[in-house]
Nanobody, 120 residues
Framework: QVQLVESGGGLVQPGGSLRLSCVAS????????VGWYRQVPGKQRGLVAN???????NYEDSVKGRFTISRDNTKNTVYLQMNSLKPEDTGVYYC??????????????WGQGTLVTVSS
């Protein structure tokens, strides 16, 4: 079965850095558009950054210049490099990806989420 596995979250001080990873595993034919979303208590899940199948990127205004989304299609992996972290970046980060499996099904998948806490 195709699934997404996320890692890289943790506790970091303001100004620090983290790199999140989202790995798609299983019988995958195509690994398409991928987005990173943030969820905080009392607010709706919102898009942080996304990347197309060919590498075009978009970012939320608050993270422009600090975060970088990238992908390695040979590993079916997408990264979110987070630099100059601020307390407002705290939240649970979820990966969402469009994949095509060996049965030629187009699927939209969510990871389990990884917690990022920015605090001194």
């Amino acid at each position: 079965q195709v699934q997404l596995v996320e890692s890289g979250g943790g506790l970091v001080q303001p100004g620090g850095s983290l790199r999140l990873s989202c790995v798609a595993s299983g019988n995958i034919v195509s690994f398409g558009r991928v987005g990173w979303y943030r969820q905080v208590p009392g607010k709706q899940r919102g898009l942080v950054a996304n990347i197309s199948s060919v590498g075009n990127t978009n970012y939320e205004d608050s993270v422009k210049g600090r975060f970088t989304i990238s992908r390695d299609n040979t590993k079916n992996t997408v990264y979110l490099q987070m630099n100059s972290l601020k307390p407002e970046d705290t939240g649970v980060y979820y990966c969402n990806a469009v994949v095509v499996d060996y049965a030629r099904r187009t699927l939209g998948l969510w990871g389990q989420g990884t917690l990022v806490t920015v605090s001194s």
